[in-house]
């Protein structure tokens, strides 16, 4: 008689037809589906996965994927693999921007611009080229804080700052205009800053700054500024004088309630570099 298999040798059975089912579709899995060495198989490459790496359907072997998938598959990028076929840099652009060359900066380039200012031997102003703020200085991480990249440049070329008081002074009066090359910067306490700034003609906002025409960042002269507010005591109106000289009907207005003669662009003073 026909004797049926206990429940442990049928457990085992299955088990070891399960294993060596696996085994035979591994390579299989891993070129429809991509191998992930963070995540394993969490993303699916046979429906067109965005920039995931796609092995031929013959390459089936563990060594060939995994071959595959150790470097990041950007162009010209030798990085170690991270996930989705990217490393973490064009894994982090991918997943933010949808394309792992998206962004803005790519990581590293203010650093290295930064480097190469601090060694150049021009007397020309370098402009910073990548993130300036409102009032024209450039910024970027350095360290574990956020820098001006003209104070960095300072602390590349001159050493780091004598004491918290100093700040780097530009000689060039072009710190608003974005200049990083060390030879225009200096370490300064605030008056020399201020000096600077009114010798420079960029000390806006300043006690006694210039005013006028003399103003940084003036858009309209002084006898432009006078005729208008003729025309406004001859009992010209606001728009027709915005027509007939070409400054916006707000700023018309501003003037005849007594406003500064010109535009006021709001933050601190130009040439106050940021410590």
């Given at each position: 008689t026909n004797k049926?298999?206990?429940?442990?040798?049928?457990?085992?059975?299955?088990?070891?037809?399960?294993?060596?089912?696996?085994?035979?579709?591994?390579?299989?899995?891993?070129?429809?589906?991509?191998?992930?060495?963070?995540?394993?198989?969490?993303?699916?490459?046979?429906?067109?996965?965005?920039g995931a790496p796609q092995p031929s359907l013959t390459e089936t072997t563990w060594s060939v994927v995994m071959a595959n998938n150790r470097v990041c598959t950007v162009p010209n990028c030798a990085a170690?693999?991270?996930?989705?076929?990217?490393?973490?840099?064009?894994?982090?652009r991918w997943s933010k921007y949808g394309d792992p060359l998206g962004g803005g900066t790519e990581w590293g380039a203010a650093q290295r611009f930064i480097e190469e200012a601090a060694k150049t031997n021009s007397d020309d102003c370098i402009v910073y080229p990548f993130y300036r703020n409102p009032d024209g200085y450039g910024w970027m991480r350095y360290g574990r804080s956020q820098k001006g990249?003209?104070?960095?440049?300072?602390?590349?070329?001159?050493?780091?700052?004598?004491?918290?008081?100093?700040?780097?002074?530009?000689?060039?009066?072009?710190?608003?205009?974005?200049?990083?090359?060390?030879?225009?910067?200096?370490?300064?306490?605030?008056?020399?800053?201020?000096?600077?700034?009114?010798?420079?003609?960029?000390?806006?906002?300043?006690?006694?700054?210039?005013?006028?025409?003399?103003?940084?960042?003036?858009?309209?002269?002084?006898?432009?500024i006078s005729d208008i507010r003729d025309a406004l005591k001859a009992g010209e109106t606001t728009a027709s004088i915005a027509n007939r000289t070409g400054v916006s009907q707000a700023h018309v207005s501003r003037i005849k309630h007594g406003a500064r003669p010109q535009p006021s662009p709001a933050g601190s003073p130009q040439d106050h570099d940021h410590k």
């Open positions: 049926k298999p206990s429940r442990v040798a049928l457990c085992w059975s299955t088990t070891m037809f399960a294993l060596r089912l696996g085994l035979t579709l591994a390579p299989l899995a891993i070129t429809l589906f991509g191998f992930d060495s963070r995540h394993g198989f969490r993303y699916f490459v046979g429906m067109g996965g965005v170690t693999h991270f996930g989705r076929g990217y490393c973490v840099k064009h894994y982090k990249s003209h104070v960095v440049v300072a602390i590349l070329a001159n050493g780091e700052k004598p004491s918290p008081k100093h700040e780097a002074c530009h000689t060039c009066g072009n710190g608003h205009n974005g200049c990083v090359n060390p030879r225009h910067i200096y370490w300064g306490l605030r008056s020399d800053n201020v000096r600077d700034a009114y010798r420079h003609g960029t000390a806006f906002g300043l006690k006694h700054s210039p005013r006028g025409q003399s103003a940084y960042a003036a858009k309209y002269s002084d006898a432009l």
